[in-house]
């Protein structure tokens, strides 16, 4: 499987591939040959951490913006369409800075929770970033994912 971001920053955009972490390739098993519960949503969020996080990482490695208007955005499942098979695409979700700057944003990442509690399933350390967040500036990110 290989997991892709699509990222833009004020109408820049770059297709960057993305890597499984042991967590997410972990839930991914447990969840089709285990049989074990979905979850109900996945989460996008963005990491301020310089270092690209390894393979090895959890939630607790990573550092998010806070406040001024971040938070982790929703990826529903009907969100995610297909085409051509094998390649799903969620659609462009949008970080707003408001009320204040983020800061140097480094990447993004996936989970399976909205905060720390849950786990983590892949990330991208962004390769002409870092992107410096100013108020009002935005960070559009298109999540797609290409299973082959």
């Not at 955009?13 to 042991?22: P, S």
């Not at 996008?44 to 208007?69: D, F, W």
């Not at 969620?90 to 983020?102: M, V």
Request: aromatic fraction near 10%.
């Amino acid at each position: 499987m290989e997991l892709f971001f699509l990222i833009s920053l004020l109408g820049l955009g770059a297709l960057m591939m993305a890597k499984w972490v042991d967590e997410g390739e972990t839930n991914v098993g447990n969840l089709y040959l285990k049989n074990q519960t979905q979850n109900t949503n996945l989460y996008l969020g963005l990491y301020t951490n310089t270092a690209e996080p390894a393979e090895t990482a959890v939630l607790a490695n990573l550092t998010e913006p806070v406040g001024n208007g971040y938070a982790r955005i929703a990826l529903a499942p009907a969100d995610w369409t297909e085409s051509p098979q094998g390649l799903f695409a969620n659609l462009q979700k949008t970080f707003t800075a408001s009320g204040g700057n983020w800061g140097n944003v480094y990447g993004c990442f996936i989970a399976t929770s909205s905060d720390g509690t849950g786990k983590l399933v892949a990330v991208e350390h962004f390769t002409d970033g870092p992107y410096n967040v100013s108020a009002g500036s935005q960070v559009k990110v298109t999540p797609k994912i290409t299973i082959a």
